[in-house]
């Protein structure tokens, strides 16, 4: 299992905890009967209703200057790899990059959104990003095998879409 089916797999584990001791707990609470104090309640409401609302501007507030995604750079040694989408290809130069350093692609659009998908010689997604007009979007990723990797285009972008795919090569 890699790093981040792990993770994954254990974020839905705590959701999935928390969920179930949520729902007992709304549950047991609905149990209780006879001492119903209605204006407590509807107090408790309000100050649940005003919390959520900070907590959500908040977390707005911090992460809508980093949309569609945090800025990432490669560290010391890492590699650049200026990426072009256009209807219906790829430009990926230089379209040769070396195993277990960093890579730092950088993405742009000439025209519409694409969504770039790297694929190992298996067949397997290994890092997907979206590309957008107008904007230089980072994909930092560390490739560990070498070979023929393949970039497909994930967003429908039009009637060519489905041909919009390319290769490069990871070397040792
Ligand atoms: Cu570019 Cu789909």
Excluded at 104 to 130: I, K, M, P
């Amino acid at each position: 299992m890699g790093t981040t089916a792990l993770v994954i797999a254990i974020s839905y584990s705590v959701v999935v905890v928390l969920g179930v001791a949520i729902a007992g707990a709304v549950w047991w609470s609905t149990k209780r009967r006879g001492d119903i104090d209605a204006e407590r309640l509807a107090h408790q409401e309000r100050s649940w209703l005003v919390a959520v609302v900070l907590i959500l501007v908040a977390l707005l507030a911090a992460t809508i200057w980093s949309t569609p995604y945090f800025d990432t750079d490669a560290g010391a040694g890492g590699q650049v790899v200026d990426v072009k989408a256009k209807q219906f290809a790829w430009t990926i130069s230089p379209a040769r990059v070396r195993a277990g350093q960093e890579v730092e692609f950088r993405l742009t659009s000439t025209d519409v959104n694409h969504a770039f998908g790297v694929y190992d010689d298996r067949d397997h997604l290994v890092a997907q990003v979206q590309v957008v007009p107008g904007k230089t979007q980072k994909l930092v990723h560390t490739f560990t095998r070498p070979g023929t990797y393949s970039v497909l285009c994930l967003e429908f972008c039009g009637v060519g879409h489905h041909v919009m795919e390319t290769t490069f090569a990871v070397t040792p």
